[in-house]
């Protein structure tokens, strides 16, 4: 279920809105707000995930509301004044209803968010690997990996946040299948990299960037060897990757 808030300063209006969400099996209404400003109270204590609000509305107009979210939000605008459609589009609304509008009218604009919220859904799992730790279960994001370094049959999985690496038992072969191919390369039997957390090569070694717990120091057991089996691969992406005169 979609968490949403309906918001209008309108008593009509938001009656309406209620309405219509109550009618959408995919949508879960979690309160209906008379101002953004009491909206903005409950998105701070709430997991929220879409938002219908008014633009025009006293103390805090619909569109000032939405630039000053902490966190970014599915958004529906809903306003009987057209010339606020820009506006609207600007700040990454998903849709933008005029009044007054209808139950069909609502529900296009509810279905574009529950196609959004799903792609996020998707993505969001995706970025996301769990391994087995001693006698626990971890959550790594995908992104965070800067480099994974095999042992026998571990691996050292070094990451962006902590300075000792992860250990875990798999296989090389098996957690290479796993990484997305366009930002994760094997340049030796006994390396994988993040093509983004590369500084620099020189003299057939990768020199990764230092993870954010130890700043800007880098130790010299982070310089990644080029094997020779993987040196035409890696060669091919770096001339694809260099800007010529």
Known sequence: MIKCLAIDDEPLALRQLVSYIEKTPYLELVSACNSALDAKDII?????????????????????????????????????????????????????????????????????????????????????????????????????????????????????????PLVVLMSMKKLEERLPKEAFMRVHKSYIVNLQKIKEVARGKILMNAPLSLGEKVREDEQIPIGYNYKEQFKSYLDKKFITK
């Open 44 to 164: 701070d204590r709430q997991s929220i995930d879409a938002i219908f609000v008014d633009i025009n509305m006293p103390d805090l107009n619909g569109l000032d509301f939405v630039r000053q979210l902490s966190k970014p939000l599915l958004v529906v605008f809903t306003t009987a004044y057209s010339e606020y459609a820009i506006e609207g589009y600007k700040v990454d609304a998903i849709d933008y209803l005029l009044k007054p509008f209808g139950l069909e009218d609502f529900q296009r604009a509810a279905q574009k968010v529950k196609t959004q919220y799903e792609l996020l859904q998707k993505a969001n799992t995706e970025d996301l690997l769990y391994l087995k730790m001693d006698y626990k279960v971890v959550r790594l994001n995908i992104k965070e990996i800067r480099y994974v370094e095999g042992m026998s049959e571990y691996l050292k999985i070094h990451t962006e946040k902590e300075a000792r």
